[in-house]
DNA sequence: GTCTATATGCGGATAGAC
DNA sequence: GTCTATCCGCATATAGAC
């Protein structure tokens, strides 16, 4: 890949994250990076691909980090995932951004997308983790539980200092994963 | 509220839901009502007051529903909240996707609306619901995590049908909640 | 590949009539 | 309260020079 290209992907990456597709145009992207406007479309067709390549180019980078986390720890893998997981949504805001606002406005090619480049293989550590004694179908089921629940637990952190009263929004990620990683197992023995 | 100003928030909520704030313009919400737009500057300051004003709006209805759900529920409050929270998630789309909407984007100040608003009975609830035996601090944890587990579990449901490979879009809200309440009981009498 | 220049339309916002 | 008319800036996108 070009090196233009690739950082105006990093780029439209950052600023779409942090602001969302509608907020971001062309010139604020070609404003940061040192370009004219009109040479991004000499790169992208238009804003909808430059959107669509962005993602892209995200998901499968991160896609790539986790392959290379799960075959570096072949102990527990799901203890991998899951550490892997909280750490990358707490501290890579990029793609933590980037996946939660695909999850709410990705439309089903994009979800697609999603789901094949970083999910398709924590989905399949977890589902083969909880298999013993489950049919098929129920690991199914509690790995996409657990997905959810990674997600549902880094998504509301910024609501700890309004509800508790106290500012831990500094609550780091090791302990949130410690804390996910004993429920699922305590719910997984009984099961 | 005049009528027209509610018929303004009415479907300024559904666009903002359905698109994103900055995807609607005031123009789409006048058309829908059918009014011009710069009747809109009669009702609202500015765009920034329309979108306010329609967060409190559509919170503080959501709210009032779950105080009136939790009172009529005296019994199991966990259970009570936790069903209310899953059903509404799954079947209000206007209030889901404002709420997702707002825990990504939403400054200090709207988040802090969020919590007053819609999260601070439930939050209570689950506090006293989970406290037996635990101390108040991690009483607090546990509850907040509890709505985590929700936000979580509705969100991905999208994902569902890409990573399981059927199409099992259609679970229905008490499916979600049960299967979600059984694993908040056995995480708890381990606790 | 990157630029300048420009077409064309949409957006927020205000003034002032009714 | 709601309208018509309008200002003005910004956005996407393209044409064509270098």
Same mark, same amino acid.
């Given at each position: ?99 939660? /606002? ?13 789901? /094949? ?75």
């Amino acid at each position: 890949m070009s090196d233009m290209r690739f950082q105006l992907l990093e780029t439209a990456a950052a600023l779409y994250a942090e602001r969302g597709y509608e907020a971001v145009s062309m010139r604020d992207i070609a404003k940061v990076v040192g370009v004219t406007q009109a040479n991004l479309y000499y790169h992208f067709k238009d804003k909808a691909d430059l959107i669509q390549a962005t993602l892209a180019h995200v998901f499968e980078l991160r896609g790539l980090s986790l392959q290379g986390w799960i075959a570096e720890h072949p102990g527990d893998q799901l203890d991998a995932f899951v550490r892997w997981f909280v750490t990358t949504l707490m501290t890579d805001r990029v793609f933590a951004r980037l996946l939660y /606002r695909e999850l709410i406005d990705g439309d089903g090619e994009r979800i697609a997308m999603l789901s /094949r480049t970083v999910l398709q293989l924590p989905f399949q550590v977890i589902t083969d983790a909880v298999a013993n004694g489950r049919s098929a179908q129920d690991a199914k089921m509690v790995a996409i539980s657990y997905v959810g629940f990674v997600v549902g637990q880094v998504l509301i952190l910024p609501l700890s200092p309004g509800l508790t009263g106290q500012d831990d929004g500094s609550e780091n990620a090791d302990a949130v994963a410690t804390r996910l990683l004993g429920l699922m197992r305590s719910a997984n023995v009984e099961a």
